[in-house]
């Protein structure tokens, strides 16, 4: 009579899981803040922020000069949005339900609907954040030409990707080492103020320069998203492969860890987050 009606065929069995994703998905964005209006807005701000912050930045620094033949503030979104994209999704993974959580004793729920959950609710987020912020420069400042919009977009969905990507890696990692992975995390949250290529140009670097910003994934997407966004910039030094694979790799990774974690659970664990 109290028994879960569980179905038994492939496309029920698929359907409920969605279920459980979307419900799980509502929870994590009306968490930290109860009124969905206002955890947009401030999401909103926050991206508006940044983006008048490195306008005002990049003015003063005399880096305008370096950049794309177009609208200067599309070229600004283009790298806040990625940055913003791919660094939430992280934290939003990283903070995601443990395997010693309260949530966990219920029956359907599970670390990788906790996972799944926690990454759409950002990509939510950022995605109803950035049409709003493109929207209201649009109508309220001068119109928006992006050269491809398909492609722009696809680079943004490849930032979120590589986000969730590292963030189930340091999740795998975080039961072990709580603080010491936190702190990494966030270190590596910081570096990508600077080496995700948010402020310049790869086709205008030196060799020696472009080295040092090659490696990260963020980079390649910005530079890629610039490329389609803007029909006066062709990327010669980035591509989107390389944030694909490596993302690939991470996240394939980052799951193995994670089962592993999951298997050695403890609640003692709860106790040192």
Known sequence: MFTRQQSTTTLGSALGVLGLVYHATVRNIRRSQGNAVLGLLRNIFQTVLLIVSFYALMNILGMRRGTVRGDFVVYIMTG??????????MGAVFGSESPTS??????PMTTAIAIASSALGALYLQVLSAMV??????????????????GTL??????WFTGVAFGVLFLAMKPWAPGTVGLVQQVYARTNMITSGKMFLANY??????ILFDWNPLFHTIDQARGFAFINYNP???NWQYPLYFGLAVLMIG?????????HASASWSARR
């Open 102 to 107: 309260a949530m966990m004793k219920h029956a």
């Open 205 to 210: 670097l030196p060799h020696k320069t472009l």
């Open 133 to 150: 912020v493109l929207y209201v420069y649009h109508v309220a400042f001068t119109p928006i030409t992006i050269h491809d919009w398909a």
């Open 80 to 89: 806040i949005f990625l940055f913003m994209t791919h660094t939430r999704a």
């Open 154 to 159: 696809g680079m943004l969905m490849l930032s």
């Open 255 to 263: 799951l193995m860890g994670e089962f592993y974690t999951r298997q």
């Open 236 to 238: 010669h030094f980035s």
